[in-house]
Every structure is written in C-alpha cells, then in structure tokens.
C-alpha cells in the first residue's frame, strides 16, 4: 500500500534552487513515487492537491512554512527518503571555482572593486536592503527579486537617481550590458541597438529577433514591470533612454513595455521625440495617435519592433531617405510654410503628417472641424495649407486641376510675404487634368523664386508631382519643367511632406529646456567598460556571468540576524552614514 | 489711364470650361490688362477685390450672376473686349469628331447601347436629376458634379443599390474601371489590386505610386467623399467593397478615406475581415486599433498604402508566410487553445494578437484587469493563456523558464480534455535559463500528443523558441528535440501565435450571416466588358475616354426647361415610370 509521509519546516530560509535539487534528488530514492517540495501558500496547496499529495498537515502549513510530502510506495519508503532531507539540504554544492566566498556586499567590492553591477536574487523582503547596500556602494542594480513594495521601489529609485546609478528592477528579469547578460539573457551580438525594457520576454524576445535577423545591441536595459506605472513615473525607463539618447555607439533605440501610465508614456515620448535617432516604440496593447510621429516609430509586436529596429540599423539610425535639411540660406524671419493644394485629400495627408512636425498650421479645410480654420481662405495665417478645390474657389469655375489661374495668382501672392520660406504645391497628372500644367505653373514658380531673391530672400518651392509614365502629360517633362523653374519635385506626397515638415520645424525651432534635473545621468564611459558583478541570491546567475567571460563574485548570503526583522532594521541603521 | 468696364448677365447657365475660355480670350485682346470672369459669389468677389478688379456693380452681383470685368489701358479697349463676349461665347468650339451629338441621355443610350456608364459633371443642381435618368437607364454613375444635397445622395444611391448599379459621387473625382479613368485618373497597368476610395486625390496618389512601384489595378472605384459618413452609412463603399471581394483577379484590396463614421467604418471593416484575401486600409486620420487585425492591415499614408498592397499583391494576396491551417484532423468537439507560457510579456503579447481572432481568451495575467480572468490559474476555461511566472506560482520556486515541473504537471492535465486541440508553450534559452529546456519538455509533449492519440484525438503543440545561436542551450539542438516530439517549432511569438489564432478560430467558426440583403450586387462580368460611357458636362471627359480608347458619346446638355425648376420637376415626373 502506497503511503503519504509529510514533514513540515517553520520559518527556514531556503534558496529556491536548493528546494529544486531537494525535490529532484528526494524523487530519485528507492520506492519514491512522487514529492512534493513547496512553501506553503495557498496556490501551491493547491498544486499538491492536484497531484493528490496535500496531507491535513500540509493543508495546515503557513506561507512561511516549507512543506515537504513525499509518496512512497510503502511507508519505509517514505519515510526513509524524508530522513534524508537533512542530508540533501547541506550537501555540499558541486559549484566549481570561488575559493574564497565573501559573507557581506562590502567584503565583495573589496574583493572585485571593478564591479559595477550587483545583481540580486534573494527573496523579496530581503531584496530593498540588499539594494540599498549596492547603492551606497555606488554600483547599479540588477535586481531580479519579485516581492519588493512600491515604496521601497521608489525609495530606491529616487536615491539611485540622484547619483547616476540605475535600479533595473525589481521583478527584472533580464539585461545585457556590453554584451553580457545579466539574470535571463540570450546572447546577442553587439551593435548600434540600445533597448530599454519594462518586460523581461519582450527584451528577450526583441533581442533574439535582432541577433536572428543580423542586427545587434549597445546594452539592453531592464526597468522592472512596474517602472513605468504612475507611482514610479519611469525613473529607470527615462535614464535609460536618456541614456541612449547621449551614447554614441546606439543610434536606434526600442522601447518595449506593457502599456505605460499615460503620464509616464507622454514624458517618454516627448523626450524620445528628441532623441535625434529613430526611437521604435512597443508598448504592447497601447494605442499610439499615429504609426509613426518624427523619429518614433510605433510597433505592436516584439516581432515587429525587431524588424524595424534592424532596418533603421542599416542605415545608421537614418529614418528619412530624402533629401537633406538645408536651413542656411534663409533670411533672418523667414519662417513659414504655404501649401497650396489642388488635390483635397492630399492637402489633408499634408495637414495630418504635419502634425508630426509643427504644433499648428491653418487650412480652409482643416482635419478637425473648427479648429485651426484659416479666418478668410485667401490670406495665409503663419503655417497655411490652401486646398483650392473646396466648393469655395469653384461655383461657376474649373477645378484646380484644370484651371491654374487662381494658384499662380495665390502663388506669387505668398511669394512676396517676407515670413514665407517655403511653398509646397501638388500637380496631379493624368486624364481629366490640365494637359500640360507645368508649362503654366514653372513660370509663375520662376517668377515668384526671383521676386524673393530680389528682395533679399531665399524661398524654397517644393512640388509633389501625382502621375504615371503612362499619363497623357509626359511626367518626366513635366518633373524636368518644375526642376528648371528651380522646384524640388518628388512623387511621393508623404516623402515631400515630411521633408518641408523637417525644415520648417526647423526654422522654427522649440526652446532649449536645458538638462533634466530629475536625475543624474549614468555615466556612459563606466557602462562601457568590461563588465564585473556582484552576485547576491541564485548562484547560477552568477556562473552565467562566468561563462560569458565577465568578472563575477558570488556572495555567501543568508538573510541578516538569521531573519529576525527587527535585529536587520537595527543592523540597517547603523550601516547608514 | 486704366479703365475698369464690367458686364452682369443674370440666370443664364455656362459651362466652367467656357468661362476659363473666355477668361483667357478676353486676356489676349488687344490693351486688356487684366480681366475676371467669375459667377457672383462672396469668395469670388473676394478674389476680384484682391485684383482690384470688384467695381461697384460686381459688388452688387448675386451668386446666380455672371461678372465680367474687363481692365483695359484706356476705355475704348476695355470696352471693345466687352463688346467681343457674345461673340466669344458662341463660337464655335474646336472639338474635334462625334457628327451627331445627341441633346438627350435616352437618345446617347440609344446610340451606345454597350455604354455601362453615365459620367455626370453638370452643375450639382441638375446634377441628381441627370443622375435618376441614368439609373432609369441602368447604367452605373459617376457623377463628379459637386453641390448636390444629401437627401439627393441618399435617395440616388438606395435605388442604385437595389439595382446593383454603383453611383460614384457626387463630388466623386476619380475612378478607374477596367483600364479606362473616369474623369481625373492617371494610367495605370492592369493587375491584381481593387481599391475603394472615398477620396479623389488619395484614389490618385495611392493609384499612381502603385504604378509606380510596379503593381497594377483590377479597378480602383470612387465612392463621393461623403459616402462614409454617418447619413450615407458607405452604401457606395459596401458595394465596392463586396465586388472586390467576390472578384477573382483581386488579390488585395485598398481601402482609402478621410475618417468615416465609427459606424460605417465598423461594418465596413467588419466586411472586410471576412474577405479572404489581404485588405489595407488608409483611413487617414483615423487611429485604428492595431497596426494589423488579421487580414487588415492598417497604414497611415498613400505611399504606404501604396508600397503595402504591392508588396502583398506580389504574394498574389497571401497574408501569412507560415504554415498552412489544417483543422481536418481534429476530433469533433476539439476547439479549444491552451497557451502555458513562463515568459509574462510573450503571454500578455500573444493575449492581444488572439484578440485578433478569437472573442475571448481567459487568463490569469489578462491584458485588462478583471476582464477575462480565469477563475482558477490551475484550471482552464475554453480558450486560455496562463503565465506560469506569476507570483501565485513562484513562491518558494524558481522561475519556470528555470523550472520545468510545473508546466510538464500542466501540459499532460491540458492533453486530456477532450476540448483542447492546441497547447502553445515558450520555450525560452539564454543564460540563466534551463541549461537543457527541451531534454524535459520533449519528452512531455511527446506523451501528451500519444495521451491523446489513444483517445482518439489529434492534440496539436506548438512551441515558440526564443534565443539565438549564440546561446548556451544550442538552440538548433532544441528546436530538433522539440519537432522530434511532435511539435510545431517557430522562433517568432507573433507569428506562431497568428498561426495557432488563425487555427483555433476556424475551429470556432462564427455563425454564417447569409449574403447581405442591403443591396443588390454589383454584376462583375458587366464591369469587366470594354468600357462604354455617356457623357453628360464637362467635355473633357469624353475626350480622355476616347484617349483612352474607350468608347464615348457626348451629350449636347443643356438645363431642362432652361433652368427653371418648376417645369423641371413636372419634366422629371412625365419621365419617371
């Protein structure tokens, strides 16, 4: 008859792997048939049960309690294989190395003082002050522990970031730092890829689609699930990627994180629209206003965010493939932007892409009804696009297509404003429209560029040519009539918007707000130089750190005062300066 | 000096192309300077004024009027320009061909009787009632006049729809059926992509960058850019929607529009998501839910929109590289997905993209809190993920991607309900991880694929593999040993999770709606015959037909009864049946 042996231990502190080990090896006995190997919450009453293994002691057990059951096939199977627990638990570990295993954090930066990291895995309460110990040593912390409270985090966070060092965590499960992966990481080339990451599978996931895929990484920065949630604000997620922002070596960063804090989300993003490189964005299940803004790039999967990341890598972190922005040859208040459009749709792509760049620009025939309404639809305001083929222009006249008396007559009337820096104009090809419209529109564009010139200014006309080589008109004559007059031409009405977007963002320049004083930023040169780490909690973290060729020591930790929470707090107190 | 003269004619009726003629004459008379001929509305009196060419009695004018001012250097010249206006008017136009031109639409059907199109461009207040004629006829519209009520639209359009017949407008610019464009089209090659546009210029944009980057068109239909709207409900837009749909040379579908009503966009996208072939939509300015739901994908511009559907009518419209869904070998009663993930965020990631297929999946980590929570982490619900590094599960125990125990415990439990027909795992590698994952897995996976075999079912595994070659684990190695046990093995969570959405959901199929009796469909042999149109208004359009080597017959149009709507509307009665 098969018999159920349980034995239960209070208030013991054993190391997770340890209690693996245990269940593994008690499993192996003679006459064993199944055991269990829990601490005694309710979910893992539960698992036992599942396996008809919770015996009425077991179901009596506290959280703290470890609870070992084992089935045997008889009861001196059982029970000979729970007299071996004690045994099993202070065998010695078949760890190599480490001749020497320090008891303190203290004794371990003394012992590898080129340690920049800790990394900690011991349980949750013990976590905060293991954490607080690495950074009044003045390391960063990769602190993998679950089980940590939002004040601490904050605490945490808030000191780590008044001296430049970075809590990644808690509940973080992975980063690589200059190639070496700390807690769960796959190994992935180097690159010009920084990640910052409040997910750890997503930092995995996206990294190992960018190895796969060719690309590689700078560093890829964990944060902890709930950095970027409204009590954290982020603090770890905005130095990384300010971080990122002034590291030469990355000039594409990924933000990967389960939907932030709108709050948090919206500081990200401002400062990532400043980055000046591409910033993908995967904030999974979050709702972006657009697929793309500047230089963010918003993704829905890890799959995705890998993908792009890799593209954007091959060019250097160049997103736009046009033309360069020139600002020089503007006159002084020369600043605006004037559309003129014949084409109703393509005036509202304009305005829409526009968005990304300018903070408003006025049109007769604007996105959002009532807001940014040009007053009268024939004198520009600031930023104006004109879509001259609103019923407005046409009772008893051709469309705009047709008929370019009123754009040349608007044209040249823009020209003379000295505000205006650039004109942007579309000429749609094809049946229906103006046989030859450029044969119209180059010299009135001539005109109008020399009118500027001779009052001292440089005006720039930028047209989007919308036609085909098999279109009645000759498109590449037309393209060449627009050259010649002095236009730049393109056929893509998203490419030449962004591009006059980009330059006239630029001649209209946002105030400089200064460096951020919510933190220090992490030094770029320490995260740079061959990484050494302090390993507190599970050991194999700390032979993962080994067997990437990275410098590791692991500490003999048992929990401060044998537990006793008051005994530590006082023992806190007196290491504090 | 200057003189300015002007001329009012009230309440007679001009074609536009007229009036830029006599513009343009008048222009080129000896000492003109300067002329405008506009109908008498606010805005044009605005733009004389900005000429300096609104005189008194211009000011004076109604909208319904015709100004004409004429600056000549003196007044005798101004005045002899005047004098040639009638003159002008009634000379003789230089179109060449048609002999005959017939004064009515019943008389042009007549003598094109394959004409399958009327395209209307008679001012939008004769517009509707043209429109009706060509109904009565059975021709299809397009009808480019602008300024034609919403009531006209609506009731225009409800009777085409029972019909079958596709009313394009009004203020529809552009469309290309079969080859030929009506009214503003570029030329564009034939090929396997359809387009909807409730949108002139983007139709155009989208149409021409297709060509462009080497893809081609079946038909691209105009919709009127009011049609989408919440009064119109898309009648136009459904209709062409389900005639790509059911055509067999479109592979891919575009949809392209400015916003549409949250209604009308829901029931078109709806539609669209059972079209079995990849459909993209550019509702620019809309933010849609996701970059991608299932056969949708999402764009934001015309190029991208563009580049998209080439790239996807390469594949000849196959939406999915991956593997084939196969759902033949399942039992009946086999429906349900079990996904047992020990990586959160690829959990949470493949939470949402099954939001793209299946109504509801249970979890105990849910996208949204308290949505789909599974009662009991340990006991699934039909379709389920569980994140088995919860903290419910870890107390006391390493991380699952360290401890395979407990998913291998979950794995079998799953393999025996007959309800479940997939499980899909992550199996993640890297350092800390598992040093063998799939040396525990493999074997586990095996004996639930055979558990269920010998009940007579057929259990699909699908594992998603996260890591690269450069791993500890030899991530080839593991892949080998997870497909050697009978699992389907991908290293992208995205794609292996559509896979396993797009499987589940055929194993679930939503109840068959019947062919929707809200309109008559459209007749796809008819639209594929040699295009044939009647042309009513501006005469341009009929040439770019014939250019287009289209047949076309223009008709001599004037305003019934001479404009005068009383008898207008006794005329139209005598018509009507």
Redesign the interface.
Known sequence: MTALKVEIRSGAY?D??I??QL?SSLGKMPGVLDTGV??G?D??K??LA??GLLVPEAQAAK?DD?IIVVKGEDEAAAEAALAEVDNLLTRKRSTEGQAFRPKSLETAAEMLPEAQWVLISVPGRYAAGVTREALRLGKHAFLFS??VSVEDEISLKKEAAQKGLLVMGPDC??AIVNGV?L???????KGNIGMVAA????L??VS??I??LGGGLTHAFGTG?RDMKEEIGGITAKMGLDFFVRDPDTEVIVL?S?PPAPTVADELLRAARKAGKPVVVDF??Y??????IGNLH???????AAALAVELAKNGGKTEAGIEVDTSKFAPGQKYLRGLF?????A??AL??LEDYLPAVYSNAP?RKGHNVLQ???VSQENTIVDLGE?????????P???N??RI?RLL?EAEDPEVAVILL?V??????HPNPASELAPAIKEAIAKAQAAGRHLEVVAVV???????QDMEEQIELLQGAGAKVG?????AVRYVGELVAKLNPPKDEGPSTEFTPVDIDKIKQPLAGINVG?E??AE?LV??EAKAIHVDWKPPAGGNEKLMSILAKMKAK
Do not use: C, W
């Not at 807690?183 to 080339?189: L, S, Y």
């Not at 997910?199 to 997503?202: D, H």
């Open positions: 054993y997770s792997t209690l693996m269940q829990v601490m919450t979910a893992n539960d698992i599942q396996s959280p470890l679950d089980n499960g992975t992966g807690g769960f990481a796959n190994r992935v080339r997910s750890g599978t997503g995995q996931q190992a689609r190895h796969q699930g990967v389960k999974i299940g709702t972006p206003p657009a697929s793309r918003f993704v829905r999967t890890f799959d995705e014949s084409g109703g749709t393509l509202f792509e829409l892409i996105i009268n639809s024939l019923d407005e222009f046409t009772v008893g006249r051709l469309h297509m047709m008929d008396t009123l007559q009337q579309d749609v090809l094809g049946y229906g429209s919308v036609g085909t080589d098999q279109d009645p056929t893509s009405n998203d490419r599970v194999s973290f993962s067997a990437q």
